[in-house]
């Protein structure tokens, strides 16, 4: 049997980027210096796994059955922006402006992790397409390899439903210089390369 304090560091360690000695000076924080901010955090935490779902309509992080990106009229329902994770979600709805609605994987495709069409809530994507209402599927998910295979899996089942699907541009970052870009980026923002105006 484990003592507290070892079972506090084991626990820290389920977060990523947490190794045994992050999770050892946080335990060891928490118990000198910061009992209040700890059991805080612990509420808080208990809280959030407790209450915290996700969004019937777009698999995003909520707290109510729809989350109320999906309640909002305000949004433009012929745009649907597929992402793989909440923080991609977040990052675009935060830098860019998008006014549409979101889908979100929670994950990409792997099947050698098991991550396949079901996992990432594929049958429901397909019947909102079905509804007609979606012109336009803006497919954001990583340049990786899995983000790829993701991406025309996807824009297969737009088309199925006679959605146009769209992927944003990737390629040189703005305000990078050349000799800095790696290798593959490079190569990638050549092969996909547009006349200019």
């Known amino acids: ?19 045994q000695k992050s999770a050892q000076r946080m335990a060891y924080h ?8 700890g059991a805080r955090l612990a ?24 989350c109320p990106t999906c309640s909002s009229a305000a949004r433009d329902a012929q745009t649907l922006c597929v992402v793989e994770t909440p923080a ?26 098991g991550i396949g069409p079901h996992e990432l809530g594929l049958d ?12 336009e599927l803006i497919i954001a998910t990583n340049p990786t390899v899995e983000g790829e295979a993701t991406s025309h899996y996807l824009a297969q089942i737009a088309r199925q439903h006679g959605v146009r ?18 290798r593959g980026t ?4 050549f092969g996909s390369r547009s006349e200019v105006a």
């Open 165 to 182: 699907p769209s992927r944003p541009a990737h390629g040189l970052p703005l305000g990078g210089e050349l000799e800095y870009v790696d």
């Open 30 to 37: 928490v118990l000198e210096r910061g009992r209040e901010g």
């Open 1 to 19: 049997m484990s003592s507290l304090l070892e079972q506090l560091i084991d626990a820290l360690r389920v977060l990523p980027g947490v190794g």
């Open 186 to 189: 490079l190569l990638h923002a």
């Open 88 to 113: 991609d979600r977040l990052a675009i709805e935060q830098a860019t402006g998008f006014r549409g609605f979101y889908f979100v994987l929670q994950g990409r495709l792997s099947p050698l992790d």
């Open 43 to 66: 509420l808080a935490l208990a809280e959030a796994v407790e209450k915290i779902g996700h969004c019937q309509r777009c698999r995003d992080f909520s707290e109510t059955p729809v």
């Open 124 to 135: 429901l994507l397909g019947a909102r397409l079905a509804e007609g209402e979606v012109q």
